[in-house]
Each structure stands twice: as C-alpha cells, then as structure tokens.
C-alpha cells in the first residue's frame, strides 16, 4: 500500500470549543479549518503539527459513528488516517488481503478528500482511514 505520510489522526470529542481552547492555549496549535461533514454527522476542526494533521470531532446527532463511539468508549483517538494515492486501486489491494472494508468504494470527506474506511477487526483494533486528495493527483 506505501502510504505517503499520516494524513491526520482523529480525536472524537464531546465540545468542540473547549476542546479547541485546550489545544490552542495550552499546546499553541493553530485551528485552520472548521467544517460540517453532514453525511457523517460530525462537526470537525484542523490543526496543523509539521505534515500530519490532528482532527477533532464532534458529533451532531448521538446515533452517528462518533457519537456511537463516546457513548462505548469516552472521547480519545478515534482513527488514524494515511495519505494514498490511487485510493480503489489501495481498497482493492487490502479486501485481496483479508481485510474487511467498511467503504468498498471512496466517499467524500472533510477538506474535499476522498476517503474509505478499513474495519479495525482487520486492522488489530485500530479503525484506519485511507484519503486521497484528488486535487493534487
């Protein structure tokens, strides 16, 4: 697969401004980008740490994956998502291999990225995210 760098890693979280008041005043990261993914129902915010992002998310309805996910588990690390190139090309490489995908074909996600989740019960217990960025193909 060869993914070119950690895309991002996401944080699900349960207040978004209090969360982004932490990592702006006590780590003095910058958030860049707020945006709604309705399909997700999520709420997510950006920050920038050399090439890898870390996104936080919120959720907008408690019956959506992240909302689901804090009521099992609290917040914390919710994913870990890689930068590919060729993104069907990567989901078909990995279902050959045995891993259960959750996205059998790209969907859109936040920033415009293609992206597809692999099932963490494939990928020893961490849910990971494959994203391409189209734009820059």
Do not use: W
């Not at 008041?21 to 958030?31: A, I, N, P, S």
């Not at 959506?64 to 930068?83: C, L, Q, S, V």
């Not at 291999?97 to 597809?116: S, T, Y």
């Amino acid at each position: 697969m060869k993914p070119s760098h950690i895309e991002h890693i996401g944080i699900a979280v349960k207040n978004l401004d209090e969360t982004i008041k932490y990592y702006e005043q006590v780590l003095g990261l910058t958030c860049y980008n707020i945006e709604e993914v309705k399909d997700q129902k999520v709420k997510t915010a950006f920050f920038k740490v050399g090439d890898t992002k870390i996104e936080l998310l919120e959720s907008t309805d408690p019956e959506g994956p992240i909302g689901k996910f804090i009521e099992k588990k609290g917040e914390g690390i919710h994913h870990m998502a890689f930068a590919v190139q060729n993104i069907e090309e990567k989901l078909k490489k990995a279902e050959e291999n045995g891993v259960k995908l959750i996205d059998k074909q790209p969907r859109k996600g936040a920033e415009g990225l293609d992206i597809a989740f692999l099932h963490p019960k494939s990928t020893f217990g961490v849910l990971t995210e494959l994203c391409e960025d189209k734009s820059k193909s």
